[in-house]
């Protein structure tokens, strides 16, 4: 099992950057990708980027330019830098991680941290 915990949310002003970080704990040699997710009131979750066990990354629309996933392997880390940040990215923040077993794969999330974007 895989064990999420995210930190870093608060409160910015728009314009301003805030950095979140997800600590990965548990079987971490067995996940082969992991994501940032969001989720404002009255909105389903939105995935906002992901990044594969090769480095690859893939970013939401709404956030290419301003956001950036990145995986700390030695630290089991996974972190988004984000800049540029408009109310509009006001949200709960996910942190998610899949794990293969043999045919199956695993979805895991953490708790979230609230990012509030604010004047």
């Known amino acids: 099992q895989v064990r999420l915990v995210e930190s870093g949310g608060g409160l910015v002003q728009p314009g301003g950057s805030l950095s979140l970080s997800c600590a990965a704990s548990?079987?971490?040699?067995?996940?082969?990708?992991m994501g940032w997710y969001r989720q404002a009131p009255g909105k389903q979750r939105e995935l906002v980027a992901t990044?594969?066990?090769?480095?690859?990354?893939n970013y939401a629309d709404s956030v290419k330019g301003r956001f950036t996933i990145s995986r700390d392997y030695a630290k089991s880390t996974l972190h988004l830098q984000m800049n540029s940040l408009k109310p509009e990215d006001t949200a709960v923040y996910y942190c998610?991680?899949?794990?293969?077993?043999?045919?199956?794969?695993?979805?895991?999330w953490g708790q979230g941290t609230q990012v509030t974007v604010s004047s």
């Open positions: 990044i594969g066990s090769g480095g690859s990354t």
């Open positions: 998610n991680a899949h794990q293969v077993a043999g045919t199956q794969l695993f979805s895991y």
């Open positions: 548990g079987s971490i040699f067995s996940v082969v990708d």
